[in-house]
């Protein structure tokens, strides 16, 4: 009597469930700082997905004929604890996707904790969409199932640096400084490794790492790389640690290029200003300023009238948000997240508002291939520059489908 | 060699900017016997300050007010809050300070936000002044040393030759004694403050362009600061320029010089353990002097204040 009662209860709140599924939003968990040091950039990046989400696919009907996306930002104050704490607050309120991308360390707490979880409540499985974070080893030995990078990976960005490099026969000296931690030494060994490989007689006249966080003034290491007579200089550098040193370089009369990951957006575009013209590169993914696509011109109008402080800083957030749409209308459900993600895996994706090549979903990694591009920080038209500035970021070289032919050593345990 | 001599300049700006900012520092601590916390936030607010002035006016207005206006919140402070906590004992006021500090930090992030601002040294000073062997020397480093050294200058007429400066003085060593003379010791503390916090001010604007505006700009300086003025002795304005200058030296060559521990170890006649990442010492080993170069000031302290507890210039026993 007592097992049917509870059989009757249970189909009851299933079918309550399911009606409820359908008319409810599909949710969307962003897990990123949203207080602290790092607050600037994780509220402009809830920014562009609230904005993504509206604009590419609410507007336009939304997915499965009708239902909404919805995002639901959770502080994880750049914590790798507090972000596990918060994934399984966004799980209980039955979220099925997990967007986060500031720093690696949290990127690899979540992907091991999501791995366990999905493994042990196959009912309520997730999926863990990765923007941003650009550890190597994510899509390599920690890769599984649940977890896509829209992102280029650090690899795949020396990869396509270095080819960028190899071709310009002015560059005989390099020097390598970056932060000292697990970024800043990957950067470093894999610029030795590849630049070894692809042009052999330049000489590394300079590899160092300075405390992160902790220098005030970066002027001795200015002198350091005009005494070492280098060519050009290679760093990871982010935050206050790029803009001293990126100064410190340039007002030593440093003329040649400094390759960068990350110089550009909060603040830091308009720091560099006139100062960074000519000599400030920087290696990433996405569009142009102004974007080829008309469409993609819009857009970036319509956010900057809505967010005039803002940046569209991290351009793959509506590469995430119109690849998830679409897989969740070829699977025809936003619940079973295996379908959802057997067609995200190996998705062909046409229709980025940043790239006319079409981009793919590797399938043995989960490694978004695209175009990577190396920029040049030089004058760019409003409302197409950064930080209101009138500086930007200009495409200079691209490399078409960059890392396709890097191997990964990812053995994909499928469901 | 001319590396030398760039990196003895390097030393000398940095020193003297430290130098700005511990001048206050070290008189209001002699003389109230308050560790002022918030100096270094006070420097943070000069650098804020002149550069909003400077979107409106231009720099050389901002170089002027904005020492001006941290000056007058500085006696402020001391006139309507220090002075109130102090008659609790010296732990209330280190807690205060220490407050303000954290207030002012989230003060400054809410109305300036947490990016860096795109503060700038002047069009007129934005040349090379000189180079040598390729490092140029910016204009604007020259015009910094000109700054703090007229700084020092004033201050050591001040101190040492007018009645103001007498009274200081003695307000330092013996504040009860001066006070029962008929000297106004309360307001001769709030001038002290105010002055010493607008001089942090004044740090703050210069620094800013090249050092760089944004919230964690007091945090990075704000420990330094007490290190210097313990090295070269409480109250005394040589000693602070002479600990300021070696500091700045200290961090300039300790970064720009790769000493390998490698190297000294091999030198010493030990040998390089091999794999060296699968050995115990692989941290000693591959340690370089850039890396530790942050410490050294630290340990320069240690020393001081094993060997010579009242500092290199102080007189009195602390």
Redesign the interface.
């Known amino acids: 009597m007592k097992s049917i009662k509870k059989l009757a209860l249970g189909v009851a709140v299933a079918g309550l469930a399911a009606t409820g599924a359908l008319a409810e939003n599909v949710k969307i968990a962003f897990i990123d700082p949203l207080s602290g040091p790092f607050a600037a950039t994780g509220t402009n990046g809830l920014h562009q997905y609230e904005f993504a989400a509206e604009k590419l696919v609410n507007e336009k009907g939304g997915v499965l004929g009708g239902t909404n996306f919805e995002i639901v930002p959770f502080d994880n104050k750049i914590s790798p604890k507090e972000s596990l704490i918060q994934l399984q607050v966004a799980i209980d309120q039955g979220i099925r996707y997990i967007v986060q991308g500031n720093s690696s360390g949290v990127a690899n707490a979540l992907t091991d904790a999501i791995k366990k979880h999905n493994e042990r409540n196959p009912d309520s499985r997730v999926l863990f969409l990765n923007y941003s974070a650009v550890d190597p080893a994510l899509t390599n030995e920690k890769c599984n199932f649940w977890h896509f990078r829209f992102d280029a990976n650090a690899d795949i960005k020396m990869d396509a640096l270095t080819d960028v490099i190899a071709q310009n026969p002015d560059i005989k000296k390099m020097y390598i400084i970056g932060q000292d931690y697990s970024f800043g030494k990957a950067v470093a060994s894999a610029a030795v490794s590849m630049l070894g490989a692809k042009r052999p007689d330049i000489e590394i006249v300079g590899n160092e790492l300075h405390p992160i966080g902790k220098v005030k003034d970066f002027t001795p290491y200015a002198r350091k790389i005009t005494a070492s007579g280098a060519d050009a200089v290679i760093t990871g550098n982010w935050g206050s640690d790029m803009l001293g040193l990126g100064k410190a370089i340039i007002d030593n009369g440093f003329e040649g290029p400094i390759y960068t990951y990350y110089a550009a957006a909060d603040g830091i575009t308009a720091a560099f200003g006139e100062a960074g013209v000519g000599t400030l590169k920087l290696v990433a993914e996405g569009g142009d300023a102004p974007p080829e696509k008309p469409e993609a011109q819009e857009y970036q109008k319509a956010f900057k009238a809505k967010y005039p402080d803002g940046n569209i800083s991290q351009s793959r957030i509506t590469n995430v948000i119109q690849m998830l749409a679409m897989a969740i209308d070829e699977a025809g459900t936003a619940t079973d997240v295996v379908a959802v993600a057997n067609a995200l895996e190996g998705m062909t994706f046409n229709d980025s508002l940043w790239s006319n090549n079409p981009m793919t979903m590797r399938a043995s990694d989960h490694q978004l291939i695209q175009d990577v591009h190396i920029y040049a920080h030089t004058q760019v038209e409003a409302p197409f520059d950064m930080d209101n500035s009138g500086f930007g970021l200009k495409y200079e070289n691209s490399i078409a489908a960059a890392g396709e032919a890097l191997p990964t050593s990812c053995e994909m345990e499928r469901p | 060699m001319s590396?030398f001599i760039?990196?003895i300049l390097?030393g000398f700006?940095?020193g003297l900017l430290l130098f700005m900012l511990c001048s206050g520092l070290t008189l209001i601590f002699s003389m109230m016997g308050v560790l002022n916390f918030a100096h270094a936030s006070f420097y943070m607010l000069g650098a804020y300050f002149a550069y909003q002035i400077s979107l409106l006016t231009g720099f050389w207005v901002g170089l002027i007010v904005a020492p001006v206006i941290v000056g007058v919140i500085g006696a402020f402070i001391e006139r309507y809050g220090l002075r109130r906590v102090h008659k609790y004992g010296h732990v209330p006021e280190l807690i205060f300070t220490f407050g303000l500090a954290l207030l002012i930090e989230e003060i400054v992030q809410f109305f300036w936000?947490?990016?860096?601002?795109?503060?700038?040294a002047p069009e007129i000073l934005d040349f090379?002044a000189f180079?040598i062997?390729?490092?140029?020397f910016?204009a604007y480093k020259v015009f910094m040393i000109f700054v703090a050294l007229g700084i020092f200058l004033v201050l050591l007429y001040i101190l040492t030759k007018t009645r103001v400066g007498m009274t200081i003085q003695a307000a330092l060593s013996y504040p009860e004694t001066v006070q029962n003379l008929g000297h106004n010791v309360p307001l001769v503390f709030m001038g002290v403050f105010g002055v010493g916090t607008a001089m942090a001010g004044l740090a703050g604007v210069i620094a800013g362009p090249?050092?760089?505006t944004?919230?964690?700009m007091a945090v990075?300086?704000g420990s330094?600061v007490f290190v210097t003025i313990v090295i070269g002795g409480l109250g005394s304005l040589w000693g602070a320029l002479a600990a300021s200058l070696i500091i700045g030296w200290l961090?300039?060559?300790a970064?720009?010089y790769?000493v390998r521990m490698e190297d000294i170890l091999t030198g010493l006649g030990f040998t390089k353990p091999e794999p060296i990442w699968d050995s115990a010492w692989q941290d000693l080993w591959t340690l370089?002097l850039?890396?530790i170069?942050?410490i050294l000031p630290y340990l320069l302290m240690i020393i001081v204040l094993v060997v010579r507890p009242q500092g290199l210039f102080g007189k009195r026993e602390t």
Not at chain 2, 113 to 120: D, L, P, R, T
Not at chain 2, 133 to 136: L, Q, R
């Open positions: 590396l760039v990196n390097d700006v940095t936000g947490k990016s860096q601002m795109a503060y700038e090379a180079s062997a390729g490092n140029t910016p090249v050092l760089g944004f919230p964690g990075l300086l330094i961090q300039t060559f970064a720009s790769n370089t850039p890396q170069g942050p």
